[in-house]
Nanobody, 120 residues
Framework: QVQLVESGGGLAQPGGSLRLSCAASGSILTIYTMGWYRQGPGKQRELVAGITSGGRTNYADSVKGRFTIARDNAKNTVYLQMNSLKSEDTAVYYC??????????????WGQGTQVTVSS
């Protein structure tokens, strides 16, 4: 079983910054992809950013140039640096990690979610 623990959400003013972290633990053999999703009020969950084991990244158009995803493979941790925050970034942010464990094989786990509120 793989557990994900998120941290770093909170309240920020428009134009401000926040940094989210998500640490994975358990009998992890390898991690393939790590990503961040968000779900705003009355909206469907959407991909914000993803990063592969090789470091390739992809971003939603709405966050390109403002958000940066990074991972620390030694710590099984993924980060999301959010700059120039806008009110429309307000949402619950979830991390997602996929890989393989010992001995059961493939896993695809979600974090518990962390609230990000952008408001003056």
């Amino acid at each position: 079983q793989v557990q994900l623990v998120e941290s770093g959400g909170g309240l920020a003013q428009p134009g401000g910054s926040l940094r989210l972290s998500c640490a994975a633990s358990g009998s992890i053999l390898t991690i393939y992809t790590m990503g961040w999703y968000r779900q705003g009020p009355g909206k469907q969950r959407e991909l914000v950013a993803g990063i592969t084991s090789g470091g390739r990244t992809n971003y939603a158009d709405s966050v390109k140039g403002r958000f940066t995803i990074a991972r620390d493979n030694a710590k099984n941790t993924v980060y999301l640096q959010m700059n120039s925050l806008k009110s429309e970034d307000t949402a619950v942010y979830y991390c997602n990690v996929a890989g393989r464990t010992l001995p059961t094989g493939a896993f695809d786990s979600w974090g518990q979610g962390t609230q990000v509120t952008v408001s003056s």
